[in-house]
């Protein structure tokens, strides 16, 4: 076991607000589960991540690339559909490993990754790397849930060419850390990236947001939305970046984090970072956090909703909107499991 640094900030603040980096307790699994494809077409065993793949810290992305391997390449102009199961058990409860990602041009890839397992979990480590072509469509939901004792590294890597468009959508439901770090590089003019999440956290779960994206094409569009709610002693910590390089002239980037704290003792942190050395350019960023407001709460109440229901609806009016933005085969898990976690919570 040994100390980390995980999610460094790009432009690093002062040292004693504790906020430049995660410091976390970290060991590499020795033995990984196995993946579950809906489809193996396009599916082959092996692969290398880039040189330059940007992971949480150089120790979580050599654990992940030493364990399993896998390279998905869809053709130019092919449109397919894949879901990835990573399931913990008694016999497999850690898994580490690698997915590099092709796609051709003007190819189209609707991805949903499910993450879960009753059993108690170590370690979960995945990065992946996403290569889009000019004109490639990428569609990622992304389901994590249960795993009560573990802790999660999400890593990706994206990179777009001209045109090239990706969507993320998460639920970040489960898991005693979760460690999630996405990186974005707009090369290609008129390219987009979208990077959404939805959270319901308590107990003392921890998670931790690391979102950047580069602007280098013109005309290059990127958003980030961050969106959920704490409870009990849960903690959150966010921290976003939209780099607008020089030459990315009629870029637009936007980047929101939003956190419901359903408890006094609940923590967010929120570091939304814009950095510009071009002229021609929009760049957007916003952060809210607090409880709920008691008049909300009453008028909902006085409409005959229960201090519950009035609860969830406040809840869920704030991350509905990205829940159904995801893959239609995770709506009603999303949604039952963001209940089940809160429901039984009072304000207090």
């Known amino acids: ?205 921890h998670l931790d947001f690391f979102c950047h994206i580069d602007h280098i094409g013109k005309k290059t569009n990127a958003k980030i939305d961050i969106k959920g709610a704490l409870a009990d002693t849960a903690k959150k910590i966010f921290r976003g970046t939209l780099n607008f390089k020089k030459g990315c002239s009629g870029s637009v980037g936007d980047e929101g984090d939003y956190a419901i704290q359903l408890d006094p003792h609940t923590k967010n942190i929120s570091l939304p970072l814009l950095l510009c050395t071009e002229d021609d350019v929009v760049g957007n960023h916003a952060s809210s956090a607090g409880q709920l407001d008691a008049n909300t709460i009453y008028f909902l109440m006085t409409r005959g909703f229960s201090l519950e229901e009035a609860r969830r609806i406040v809840v869920e009016a704030l991350i509905r909107p990205i829940i159904d933005s995801m893959d239609s085969s995770l709506h009603d898990e999303v949604i039952e499991e963001v209940r089940r976690k809160l429901d039984s919570k009072e304000i207090k």
């Open 1 to 205: 076991m040994e100390e980390i640094r995980v999610n460094r900030l790009p432009l690093l603040t002062y040292r004693y607000l504790h906020t430049n980096d995660t410091p976390m307790q970290f060991e590499a699994p020795e033995k990984s589960g196995e993946p579950v494809f809906s489809d193996i077409i396009y599916v082959k065993e092996g692969g290398e991540l880039p040189e330059d793949f940007n992971g949480a810290s150089k120790e979580t992305v050599k654990a992940a690339a030493d364990g399993r391997r896998y390279t998905i390449t869809v053709p130019a102009h092919a449109e397919t559909s894949l879901t990835i199961t990573l399931k913990a058990d008694e016999a497999h409860p850690d898994f580490a490993g690698q997915f590099v990602f092709y796609l051709g041009e003007e190819a189209k890839l609707s991805l949903v990754w499910r993450i879960e397992g009753e059993a108690p979990s170590d370690t979960c480590l995945i990065a992946a790397y996403y290569d889009l072509k000019e004109g490639a469509n990428l569609s990622v939901s992304r389901m994590e849930k249960g795993l009560t004792h573990a802790t999660i590294y999400d890593q990706r890597h994206t990179h777009l060419a001209r045109k090239a468009k990706a969507v993320f959508l998460a639920a970040e439901l489960g898991g005693q850390n979760v460690i999630v770090h996405s990186y974005g590089k707009l090369e290609g003019d008129k390219s987009t990236m979208q990077e959404k999440a939805v959270y319901a956290a308590r107990g003392d779960q």
